[in-house]
């Protein structure tokens, strides 16, 4: 049985409009139909939308690499959680 998590769909919209944001603006770039001017300027644009957009992928990405499961930092990090909360209260009476 597989531990791993389900990727969050919202991360998988928003790449899905990254990557069209930059197909487009690549699109752009070589098409020869619009105006130099305003080819430049939509494709900035989308450029920059798509970057803005990649952002919070890029960042959970790198932070599950650092800090995730298999990560030394991330095993440590559990560790520590266990050794915190034994489950014992120190009220409880143990015999």
């Given amino acids: 049985m597989s531990n791993a998590k389900s990727p969050d769909p919202l991360q998988n919209s928003l790449l899905a409009i990254t990557q069209t944001a930059v197909g487009c603006a690549v699109g752009l770039l070589l098409a020869g139909k619009i105006g130099r001017s305003a080819q430049r300027a939509t494709a900035a644009s989308l450029l920059g939308v798509g970057a803005l957009l990649a952002v919070p992928a890029v960042i959970a990405a790198v932070a ?10 991330g095993e440590r990090r559990r560790l520590d959680v266990i050794r915190e909360d034994s489950g014992v ?5 143990i015999f």
């Fill in 64 to 73: 599950h690499a650092v800090s995730g499961p298999g990560s030394a930092r």
């Fill in 89 to 93: 209260v120190e009220d409880m009476e």
